[in-house]
């Protein structure tokens, strides 16, 4: 069965600075993998996916992710954070069984951005 | 484009009391439709998932039951509320070609 790690609870990070929000997964085959964004109190807005082709993924925001099949990972990254990116961030894997699709999630990283 | 609506934003219920989650979708036809619950201070948990009209498959053995009447409606209900089924829960859809999911916002079920 297919598993995601966030290995990173919280993170916190000044405004202006770097970021990049760990995702390791298992899975057997070739992974779709997905970041998601929650603002407190909202569903989830997907940031980017990775199905296949170019490892380096362009999303919304700003954001960036990179799939190193090697290390199992998918870390996100954006290179200059805004106090608006503070929320809580998902990495997804989806396993395709039967003509469905099952995502799991990590637990999250939540993103604390100071002035 | 597709929308997902999900109400309401927040309910606050006793213990024992019913419960009726409903999410519908626009713009699009026959999607694979999620139901989420989200816990403090955990993950996302899938509930519930259905590709076609009256067909749902349960991930989870639970309080909570799920309907699907119409293409683009689905629907989560409990006869009776216990403390635990407190939470955020999330209701979510998928087109056939799957390229991610589009989350609703969200209801806060608070049940005490």
């Known amino acids: 069965a297919q598993s995601v790690t966030q290995p990173d609870i919280h993170i916190t990070v000044s405004e202006g600075a770097s970021l990049e929000l760990r995702c390791n997964y298992s899975y057997g085959a070739t992974p779709y993998l997905f970041w998601y964004v929650q603002s407190p109190g909202q569903g989830l807005q997907l940031l980017l996916k990775?199905?296949?082709?170019?490892?380096l993924v362009q999303g919304i925001k700003g954001f960036e992710a990179e799939f190193k099949r090697s290390q199992s990972s998918f870390n996100l990254r954006k290179p200059s954070v805004h106090w608006s990116d503070a929320a809580e961030y998902f990495c997804?894997?989806?396993?395709?069984?039967?003509?469905?699709?099952?995502?799991?999630f990590g637990t999250g990283t939540k993103l604390q951005v100071i002035p | 484009s597709q929308t997902i609506h999900q109400w309401p934003a927040t309910l606050v219920q006793p213990v024992g009391s019913p419960l009726s989650l409903e999410c519908t979708v626009e713009g699009t036809s026959n999607p694979n439709l999620y139901w989420y619950r989200q816990a403090a201070g955990r993950g996302l948990q899938l509930l519930f998932y259905s590709v076609g009209i009256g067909q749902i498959s349960s991930e989870v053995p639970q309080n909570l039951s799920a309907s699907r009447p119409q293409d683009r409606q689905f629907i989560l209900s409990s006869k009776k509320l216990l403390l635990s089924d407190s939470g955020f829960y999330l209701c979510?859809?998928?087109?056939?070609?799957?390229?991610?999911?589009?989350f609703g916002s969200g209801t806060r079920l608070t049940v005490v």
């Open positions: 997804a894997v989806v396993a395709f069984s039967g003509g469905y699709q099952k995502v799991t």
């Open positions: 979510a859809w998928s087109g056939q070609d799957f390229g991610g999911y589009t």
């Open positions: 990775y199905f296949s082709g170019d490892t």
